[in-house]
């Protein structure tokens, strides 16, 4: 008798990375998105009435973290195993504006958020690659 094997789950279907909308490559970026938004909308406000330019803010750059995340995440993870300077470079370049966006919103001195910006960026570059390569060093070949 022939019988239908299913995959295991948490696997992906043989064929292709099917994307499952509970997956971690997934909530984690739409949680991160939902954060950043509240983030700059409540930092817009200064501590004022909500408007809807806090909401459209929110939800604007809540969006735009969300999928920036989930394409540097997806794309990262295509490139295992190689490229460690421009999977590095990407998150560090996203950290870095990111925060500089942030920080720019409570209305410093501009040099100040940039400065805020290439610290976290680079910080977050060298961790990055520090991860990607000594995951590849002991990665199966």
């Known amino acids: 008798m022939a019988q239908h094997a299913a995959p295991a789950p948490g ?18 970026p739409v949680l991160t998105g939902i954060a950043y938004g509240f983030w700059a909308a409540a930092i817009d406000r200064f501590g004022g009435e909500v408007t809807g330019g806090n909401i459209a803010l929110g ?12 394409g540097i995440h997806h794309w990262s993870k295509g ?12 998150w ?3 950290a870095g504006i990111a925060i500089g966006f942030l920080h720019s919103l409570s209305d410093p001195a501009i040099l100040w958020s940039i400065m805020l910006g ?12 520090y991860r990607y390569y000594s995951a590849s060093e002991y990665a199966p070949v």
């Open 118 to 129: 290439l610290i976290v960026g680079a910080s977050t570059f060298v961790a990055t690659y």
């Open 92 to 94: 560090g370049t996203f």
């Open 79 to 90: 490139q295992s195993g190689r490229h460690f300077l421009a999977r590095a470079s990407a």
């Open 11 to 28: 696997r992906s279907a043989p064929g292709g990375a099917a994307l499952s909308p509970t997956g971690a490559a997934f909530v984690v």
């Open 59 to 70: 939800f604007v750059t809540g969006i735009v973290v969300a999928a920036l995340t989930f």
